[in-house]
């Protein structure tokens, strides 16, 4: 690992997007003709909609493909041996159809925990015209093996567990035999181990494996659906803990608590603490949470 990296801060990148792009991400989120005003880009007049963590795939996950490496030149390790921990989305304002934004990527931290190494990277997205803060992204990579070389541990992570309670809403979602497939286009997603089975089944899998990243985007639609009142201006934030993969045509139980034991946050906002499930109960999104305006 190369700890001295912590601090470093990419050079300035440019990043746009168009409405086709995100009506194809909510493809991927398995929207249809239920949601037209996601998958369109305006249906009968109407504005079109963007699910928020459009962001993570078609600006983060973009920039990330112009990085030296995956993890941002924070160590000499293989591609197979990073595994996306965590990713969290701050928005400073609601994600538009159309945008331009100049991004920069931090490096945050490297932590040693003894079996691997938690690189942990910052990205900023500001208005390319007016410099105005668009959104901050976080994201979380474990490098298995990668520690042992006398760093700190890092932060102690916040208590993210839902209440010792049955959830108060329920929502699930087929994915597509193909699901990979089609987020490899629409989430930006390069990684072999989500589209080759023959990659996928050398790391120890049964086959290609859905990317974290498209499982939080699901558990981001059940949350506009059930708790926003079908409004993706209103989610504020959102964040969640890759606990296991999922796999083409799993159905994704998202469950989400916003009741007693949750309440709101500093702002009067609506705190969701969520996780999502698949058929077979494993887990696969833990300790979730979300922030509804």
């Not at 286009?185 to 498209?214: C, M, T, W, Y």
């Not at 699901?218 to 506009?224: G, S």
């Amino acid at each position: 690992m190369h700890p001295e990296r912590v601090g470093a801060v990419s050079s300035p990148s440019r990043r746009r997007w168009e409405p086709r792009d995100c009506a194809l991400y909510a493809l991927a989120l398995g929207a249809g003709f239920d949601e037209l005003a996601f998958v369109t880009e305006g249906a009968e007049d109407a504005p079109q909609r963007v699910y928020p963590t459009f962001v993570l795939a078609g600006v983060c996950a973009a920039e990330s493909q112009s990085w030296p490496d995956p993890g941002f030149a924070t160590g000499d390790y293989a591609p197979h041996q990073l595994v996306l921990a965590s990713q969290s989305l701050d928005l400073a304002r609601p994600v538009v159809p159309r945008g331009d934004v100049t991004v920069r990527t931090r490096v945050a931290g490297i932590d040693d925990k003894g079996s691997g190494a938690l690189v942990r990277l910052e990205i900023a997205a500001a208005d390319t015209a007016t410099g105005v803060l668009a959104f901050r992204a976080g994201v979380t990579l474990f490098v298995i093996g990668g520690g042992g070389f006398g760093g700190a541990r890092g932060p102690k992570e916040p208590d993210r567990r839902p209440p010792p309670r049955p959830p108060d809403r329920r929502v699930a979602y087929d994915t597509s035999p193909r699901q990979t497939l089609l987020y490899r286009h629409a989430g930006n997603d390069a990684n072999a181990i989500h589209v080759d089975p023959a990659v996928a089944e050398r790391a120890g899998f049964k086959g290609p494996i859905l990317s974290g990243q498209n499982t939080l985007g699901f558990a981001a639609r059940a949350i506009v659906e059930a708790a926003a009142g079908g409004d993706p201006t209103r989610v504020r934030s959102i964040e969640g803990r890759f606990a296991a993969p999922g796999y083409n045509g799993d159905r994704l139980l998202t469950e989400m608590w916003f009741g007693l034991g949750v309440g709101a946050d500093r702002h009067g906002r609506l705190i969701v603490c969520f996780r999502v499930r698949n058929q077979d109960g494993a887990v696969l999104v833990d300790r979730g949470r979300a922030t509804i305006g």
